[in-house]
């Protein structure tokens, strides 16, 4: 280099510190997120450019290296960020001993259905899996493995200690599926429960009244469920304490 000879000391240059983001950084980081949702929803990964959220997000496209990395990075996060929580946090609750079925199951309800609350980033979350359920990217092994497998595996080793069982059967797959979709059901069918009922969506509180109904319901479907285990064992055991029937009652029987 100019300058510089066998002589000259060379100097290390200590490593940069982190770039502190701007005063408006929170504000340019929204409307790229936000507007990388909508039009992920609308046209898919794929179709959709980098140029095109930076323009319709007023940020210079650099922005969105400086935020997310890259495109996969903003649209991994237009999955996990705009709906709020973490699917961890949700896992973590389950495993807690101290909480009963009734306290786990509100405590999911409430988190899972709180992002109702913010209308139209909603409708476009809920279009954005759809989408990606049918024009599949690597993001949907990610969703599939952090937001369906953990969560479910949780609800199905509650269920287990709460029925007193060792190990979960396919009646016990078919309960978690099954609670997991009142709640869910409140997404998919949000647009026809506003054109039948609106008054059920409309505010945070009717919100709210969801969760705790939810709460009730899914308890019901887990005391019909040891209801119909318990029968089940009390004719398993009378068939196995009744006297063997003899060879000439069980031929008038078969008449």
């Not at 709020?84 to 409430?110: N, Q, Y």
């Amino acid at each position: 280099m100019p300058g510089m000879n066998a002589r000259d000391p060379i100097i290390s240059t200590p490593p940069r510190a982190p770039r502190a983001p701007r005063a408006d950084g929170a504000e340019a980081r929204h409307r790229l997120l936000h507007t990388a949702l909508r039009l992920f929803a609308q046209k898919g990964f794929a179709k959709t450019s980098t140029r095109e959220i930076a323009r319709e997000a007023g940020v210079n496209i650099s922005a969105i290296s400086y935020y997310f990395s890259d495109k996969n990075g903003l649209y991994g996060a237009c999955f996990t960020e705009p709906m709020g929580g973490d699917s961890d946090d949700l896992v973590a609750i389950f495993s807690t001993p101290d909480l009963t079925l009734e306290e786990a199951l509100r405590i999911c309800f409430t988190s899972v259905i709180e992002p109702l609350k913010q209308g139209e980033i909603v409708r476009q979350c809920i279009q954005l899996h759809m989408r990606e359920m049918l024009e599949p990217t690597s993001q949907w092994a990610k969703e599939i493995e952090r937001d369906i497998k953990g969560p479910h595996r949780a609800i199905v080793e509650l269920l287990c200690r709460h029925l007193k069982l060792e190990r979960a059967d396919d009646d016990i797959h078919r309960l978690t599926f099954a609670i997991t979709g009142l709640s869910m059901q409140l997404y998919v069918n949000q647009d026809f429960i506003e054109a039948v009922r609106p008054s059920l969506l409309r505010t945070p509180r009717s919100i709210d009244t969801w969760a705790n109904r939810l709460t009730v319901y899914a308890l019901a479907l887990v005391q019909a469920e040891a209801a119909r285990r318990q029968a089940l064992a009390a004719d398993e055991k009378a068939a196995a304490t009744a006297p063997a029937a003899s060879p000439a009652r069980a031929a008038r029987k078969k008449t």
